[in-house]
């Protein structure tokens, strides 16, 4: 090449960590159409096909896979470079990626999320929310957030928000005619509403009492991959549901559904903002996570 292609390059390295012209287009803030001109321009300049494309998938070829292997840590670098020119501004611009399960975008990232694009309008705040357990790194993303054992090992994770507790809920008219559980092993004598995780394997429902743990595999007629669905379910009489104690507060308030098992249902540290331990801290992720232990000074 005569001169370092760096827009395609860059249309490269998104689409092809993506698999997606239309994800690699929002994450660059272009359309799907001039990410498809750069890499057309790019792969006649280089004489080379770096993209398997169908109607359906995009996948690196071979050549585009070693491109690929090159190219992301010299993004990363020069990334990270560009943070720290950041670091001379008065304040954070630019974009801030963050990936996120669905229930922690909702109860720890949507009550700051508007409070932090007003006070930073030089910022881009992006969250995505997706419930299976994603490379932050290779997705572009700036940090995640996930409970804590979900993290690797080679994350800097930093406790989000406030403590969480489980609640163990089912309807009046569901315990009609049975008797409660009165420790987690009679769970086995109720239908119980299983969550599925994207992955498929099914959430495991966690007690402690008096230093005992225990993991508990429910079963029931009904498995779902929304706490929201599961508690309108348990409302509705289905069966037990174990969902995050802010979801059951206004059901428990209404009467709607009655608490079981609280007692061996402590609170936990709850989530996690996890990044890269090899990644400077963009300035925009820090002032998000200075703005949220405003928000929970003990979280």
Not at 95 to 100: F, G, I, K, Q, V
Not at 253 to 279: H, N
Request: one cysteine or more; a negative charge; hydrophobic letters at 45%.
């Amino acid at each position: 090449m005569a001169r370092i292609d760096f827009p395609g390059l860059s249309a490269f390295v998104a689409v092809a960590t993506h698999r997606s012209f239309r994800k690699a287009a929002a994450e660059l803030g272009v359309s799907p159409s001039a990410i498809s001109h750069l890499l057309r321009d790019l792969e006649e300049r280089l004489g080379v096909r770096l993209l398997n494309r169908t109607t359906r998938s995009v996948a690196p070829s071979d050549a585009g896979a070693r491109l690929l292997q090159r190219l992301q840590p010299m993004f990363r670098d020069l990334n990270d470079a560009l943070e720290e020119v950041n670091e001379f501004r008065d304040v954070p611009a630019g974009t801030l990626r963050l990936n996120a399960a669905h229930q922690a975008a909702r109860m720890v990232l949507a009550p700051i999320m508007a409070r932090f694009v007003r006070a930073y309008p030089q910022m881009r705040l992006e969250i995505v929310a997706d419930d299976d357990l994603v490379d932050v790194v290779a997705g572009g993303f700036d940090a995640g957030l996930r409970f804590g054992e979900s993290l690797q090992q080679d994350m800097i994770a930093v406790r989000f928000g406030p403590r969480q507790r489980w609640a163990i809920v089912a309807a009046p008219a569901y315990l009609d005619g049975r008797e409660p559980p009165r420790t987690p092993h009679e769970l086995k004598y109720h239908g119980c509403i299983r969550y599925r995780f994207h992955s498929g394997t099914f959430f495991h429902w966690e007690f402690e009492k008096d230093g005992e743990a225990l993991e508990v595999e429910v079963d029931g007629p009904l498995t779902l991959g929304d706490q929201e669905l599961m508690l309108r379910a348990a409302v509705d009489g289905a069966g037990i549901a174990c969902v995050f104690e802010a979801v059951a507060t206004p059901a428990l308030a209404a009467g709607r559904v009655v608490r079981l098992l609280e007692d061996w249902c402590p609170d936990f540290p709850g989530f996690f903002l996890y990044y890269p331990s090899r990644r400077q801290l963009p300035l925009g992720l820090r002032a998000f996570i200075e703005m949220a232990r405003e928000e929970w000074p003990a979280g």
